[in-house]
């Protein structure tokens, strides 16, 4: 089994910033992207970023410039650093990681159970 727990949400004003921490624990053979979505009352899940093994990154168009996705191979952790922030940044966050439990079968996609973000005006 593979676990991913989040921490780092919270209350914030806007223009402030929080960091999103993602941990992956478990039978883990290898992990290949990791990312960050999110989702808002009466929305559906959107993509904001993700990062493969060898750190080329992807952004959502409404977070770029703002949002730093990152990770640290050695821990099976990624991080999702977001400035700026703006009341239309409230949501659930979740992380999301491809495993490989296994050199002989192929990643499955892993989710953890969101955190909360909220940014008031």
């Known amino acids: 089994q593979v676990q991913l727990v989040e921490s780092g949400g919270g209350l914030v004003q806007a223009g402030g910033s929080l960091r999103l921490s993602c941990a992956a624990s478990?039978?883990?053979?290898?992990?290949?992207?990791m990312g960050w979505y999110r989702q808002a009352p009466g929305k559906q899940r959107e993509f904001v970023a993700s990062?493969?093994?060898?750190?080329?990154?992807n952004y959502a168009d409404s977070v770029k410039g703002r949002f730093t996705i990152s990770r640290a191979n050695a821990k099976n952790t990624v991080y999702l650093q977001m400035n700026s922030l703006k009341p239309e940044d409230t949501a659930v966050y979740y992380c999301?990681?491809?495993?490989?439990?296994?050199?002989?079968?192929?990643?499955?996609?892993?989710w953890g159970q969101g955190t909360q973000v909220t940014v008031s005006s």
């Open positions: 999301s990681a491809a495993v490989r439990v296994r050199i002989t079968t192929p990643s499955l996609d892993y």
């Open positions: 478990g039978s883990i053979f290898r992990i290949d992207a």
């Open positions: 990062i493969t093994t060898g750190g080329s990154t």
